[in-house]
């Protein structure tokens, strides 16, 4: 009965290549968030989404992609990746956008780039 | 935009009290957050204070919200091996973002 839920846990790829990180939650939110976290544990948002509609989309690459097919699904999609894009990558997931925005977080993807 | 800070390191003995620290910048923050993060897990969410609010208290957690100053605190009372962790604060801003601290790991010696 996870709440949110991602895969894989660890990611080890090679520069150049492109991945996608998947991103449930089963507690029936409306928006749903990537967060990059790195080495020195700072976390930074990406992207949200509030009922499969892009809302906040920060100074990301263009080799970033979210796709949400539904409102229990977002997922992340790298192309290129580069050695930078190492980080941990959290999905979370809030009731709505309303100003007392408890999120809840997924485990993390750990992404390393070789 | 808003800008959140905190210390980055924060060592206590077991039994006695933590206090964490956190300034933000954007006043009209209207909710402040407290999140605790295990080595290799995600976020929990520990407590959060509405921004008209001096202080909530939640078992062995207070926190402390001094608007003048932006300033707000966690304390954990009694603190235990188990909470060691890396503690972020987050404040909200226009559009349902969250801005978080750069986290404070919190180290509890036996």
């Known amino acids: 009965d996870t709440a949110v839920s991602q895969t894989p846990k660890y990611l080890v790829t090679q520069m150049g290549n492109d991945k996608s990180i998947k991103c449930e939650q089963n507690l029936g939110h409306d928006t749903m968030y990537w967060y990059k976290q790195d080495s020195k544990k700072f976390l930074k948002i990406m992207f949200s989404?509030?009922?499969?509609?892009?809302?906040i989309n920060e100074t990301v690459p263009n080799r970033f992609s979210p796709k949400s097919p539904d409102k229990a699904h977002l997922n992340l999609h790298i192309n290129s990746l580069e050695l930078g894009d190492s980080a941990v990558y959290f999905c979370?997931?809030?009731?709505?956008?309303?100003?007392?925005?408890?999120?809840?977080f997924g485990p993390g993807t750990r992404l390393t780039v070789l | 935009g808003e800008d959140v800070e905190q210390s980055l390191f924060l060592s206590v003995r077991e039994g006695d009290s933590s206090v964490i620290n956190c300034t933000y910048t954007d006043s009209s923050s209207t909710y402040l957050y407290w999140y605790k993060q295990e080595p290799g897990a995600g976020l929990q969410l520990l407590t959060y204070i509405f921004s008209n609010m001096d202080m909530k208290q939640d078992q062995r957690l207070t926190v402390l919200l001094n608007k003048k100053d932006k300033h707000l605190s966690l304390r954990i009372a009694d603190t235990q091996t188990g909470d060691s962790a890396i503690y972020f604060c987050a404040a909200d801003n226009q559009g349902g973002k969250l801005i978080f601290g750069q986290g404070t790991e919190l180290s509890v010696k036996p």
């Open positions: 979370a997931s809030s009731q709505d956008v309303s100003r007392r925005n408890e999120q809840f």
């Open positions: 989404y509030n009922n499969k509609e892009l809302i």
